[in-house]
């Protein structure tokens, strides 16, 4: 497997896709048991019907029941097909998407072309005639806001050395893209991880070498503390209502993970999240790089998956944020470098990276107990509308395969080395 074209799709799909998550809610019954001590370690399970697909000869069709529009990465290109025909129904070219971030109703993608120490913001989409925005400095990350009608960017300023001088949070309304305004300026290498929430606003975290603060900024850019954290916050993962934001920090045990109730400022930590000691490179963690510490949010906001670290023992922490009552699982070939929650959160795909990231194990687990079975083998896992198969990069033959998660039945879409699922829509449309 390619990386380097791995990783491009994974961003591709980010990008079109322009969410991290659906905010489809839980169906009933599917709660977590509530008793805050039940810890024990659920190693995964295999069976005749968990056969990996390396094992699984190519059958004729796909899999029994499969249904939608699937759309994948193919050599430069979107290609969408109605299933289960397999019939093309769009194709369209895509450019390098690094970086760049789709408006929620899909109408917008501001897409960052960037040089040495400059770059050209250029916005368009199907309903956008398009607008470049020159920008002095490299951006370091877009966000729309929810409503689409504004985002938000973090630009890098250099010195004559080509060291970071500083950090630039702005903001941009659609129907004035060529009038940027600065909310906030921090000075020095330091992160600005940012995220939209639920009331329009901003919230930051900025660390002027004693604290880091938490922020809440408002398009005016009148800022209010809602807490504060003890070390470097590198990364928001927000939850679908973007009510909380959860986020990681080192500690003397490692790395652990802590979630802000944006209205209360109340903080919950969870403690440690994997294996990795204290001192570690951060997680690479971002909306478009994958790493060993990958942060799930449940559809409905409930729970929160986190896995791993780097070192063994590779493992996956589901929690409940009402009890704290965790289910863990580990896995033997490698951390989890995927998580993904079924439509309905009754169940979790989770694709394993071994240290190489060579070789790809797909698993389904149990969200309340953390019992996992092994049903393919393969990575870049998108699941269907109606969480009864997963479509994936396959690891050992070339093409997009997709796979029933009850009963292990599987099938090629297409056959060519570098194709990779991006998005699985319902209906005709």
């Known amino acids: 497997m390619d990386r380097k074209v791995i990783g491009l799709a994974l961003i591709i799909a980010l990008g079109a896709a322009g969410v991290l998550g659906s905010t489809l809610v839980l169906s009933q019954g599917a709660t977590p048991a509530t008793t805050p001590t039940r810890e024990a370690t659920a190693v995964p399970t295999s069976g005749p019907t968990a056969a990996p697909t390396s094992a699984l ?11 939608g529009r699937l759309t994948y990465f193919s050599q ?12 093309e129904v769009a194709r369209e070219p895509v450019a390098d998407m690094n970086g760049s971030a789709t408006s929620p109703d899909g109408s917008w993608t501001a897409t ?49 050395t080509g060291v970071i001088a500083r950090r630039d949070l702005f903001i941009i309304e659609t129907d004035a893209f060529d009038e940027p305004r600065m909310l906030l300026s921090v000075p020095g290498n330091v992160l600005l991880p940012f995220v939209w929430s639920a009331d329009g606003n901003l919230v930051v975290a900025s660390n002027d070498g004693a604290e880091t603060r938490i922020e809440r900024i408002d398009v005016n850019g009148e800022a209010e503390t809602i807490a504060t954290a003890e070390a470097q916050v590198y990364y928001f993962y927000p939850s679908p209502d973007r009510s909380t934001v959860a986020y990681t920090q080192d500690s003397d045990e490692g790395w652990r993970l802590l979630a802000l109730d944006l209205d209360s400022g109340d903080v919950t930590d969870y403690g440690n999240m994997g294996s990795d000691p204290a001192g570690t490179a951060p997680p690479v963690v971002t909306p478009t790089v994958k790493g060993p510490m990958y942060v799930a949010w449940s559809p409905d906001g409930t729970r929160l998956a986190f896995g791993g670290g780097n070192e063994a023992p590779y493992t996956m922490t589901i929690v409940d944020l009402q009890s704290g ?71 050992k033959e070339p093409g997009v395969g997709i796979v ?23 209906g005709t449309s």
């Open 57 to 67: 000869p190519p059958l004729p069709g796909l899999p029994d029941g499969v249904s």
């Open 76 to 87: 430069g290109e979107l290609v969408t097909v109605q299933l289960p025909e397999g019939i």
């Open 112 to 160: 960052p072309n960037c040089g040495a120490t400059a770059c050209d913001l250029v916005l368009s989409g199907p309903l956008a005639a398009g607008a470049t925005l020159h920008i002095d400095g490299l951006v370091d990350g877009i966000e729309w806001s929810a409503d689409g009608g504004a985002l938000a960017y973090v630009t890098m300023a250099f010195d004559s």
């Open 325 to 395: 009552a965790p289910a863990r699982t580990a896995f033997e070939e490698g951390y989890p470098g995927e998580i993904k929650w079924s439509p309905d959160g009754r169940q979790v795909a989770v694709s394993t990276y071994d240290a190489e990231r060579t070789r790809h194990e797909v698993y389904i687990v149990d969200p309340a107990t953390g019992v996992a079975r092994h049903v393919s083998s393969g990575c870049v896992i998108v699941w269907s509308p109606d969480g009864r198969f997963l479509a994936q990069h396959i690891d």
């Open 404 to 426: 029933d998660v009850a009963t292990g039945q599987y099938g090629h879409l297409t056959n060519e080395r570098y194709d990779t699922p991006l998005r699985w829509e319902d």
